[in-house]
């Protein structure tokens, strides 16, 4: 026998999906400069999603008040930068944080059972593309690295990658004089 009731028939997958937010953009479009290196300002500070392919890498977002597509070929990229946000870490001796650190626990880690969120910063993550025709400056959360640099790396761009890692500042090895 089929239960018909009206609450199964609400609780179907699609009903689930309806009420899932649409994602939020992880990226901003900072500055986008043409061949002749003039900006244009109606593709700059704009919020946008990267997606890294094997072939090319392509720029979603809402550019002029409806959604938009920035195709980059691979063979048309001149060089990848990606730089890393700097690192600051500011304990206190009752965190767990502080705990994990003194134990040999590494950061990425031990930042998770930080008491308060002041306790681990990092600073945005830069991505620049240079093109033949464009260049781009893609920014994003710190903590997004080391997922873009596997991302980078697993779809083939090793040899075109360049990487700055900014100097992390460890407040608990200063000393107080």
């Known amino acids: ?3 018909t009731s009206p609450l199964v028939a609400k609780t179907s997958p699609t009903f689930f999906n309806s009420l899932r937010p649409n994602p939020k953009y992880k990226f901003l479009l900072v500055d986008f400069k043409n061949k002749d290196y003039k900006t244009d300002l109606l593709l700059s500070q704009t919020r946008c999603d990267l997606e890294i392919l094997p072939k090319g890498i392509m720029v979603t977002g809402n550019f002029d ?20 946000g700097k690192e600051t870490i500011d304990t206190f001796q009752l965190s767990p944080m502080h705990f994990m650190m003194k134990m040999g626990i590494p950061n990425r880690i031990s930042r998770l059972f930080k008491f ?7 600073s945005e993550t830069k991505i620049i593309i240079r093109c033949e025709e464009y260049e781009l400056k893609i920014i994003t959360n710190g903590t997004n ?10 779809s083939g761009y090793s040899e075109l ?3 700055t890692r900014k100097p992390a500042l460890n407040l608990l090895n200063l000393g107080v004089s």
């Open 1 to 3: 026998m089929k239960n």
């Open 65 to 84: 008040d409806h959604e938009s597509i920035i195709p980059i070929v691979k063979n048309e990229i001149k060089s990848i930068s990606l730089v890393k």
């Open 116 to 122: 308060y969120p002041s306790e681990y910063r990092i």
């Open 145 to 154: 690295f080391t997922s873009l640099l596997r991302t980078f790396k697993k």
């Open 161 to 163: 990658l360049g990487l």
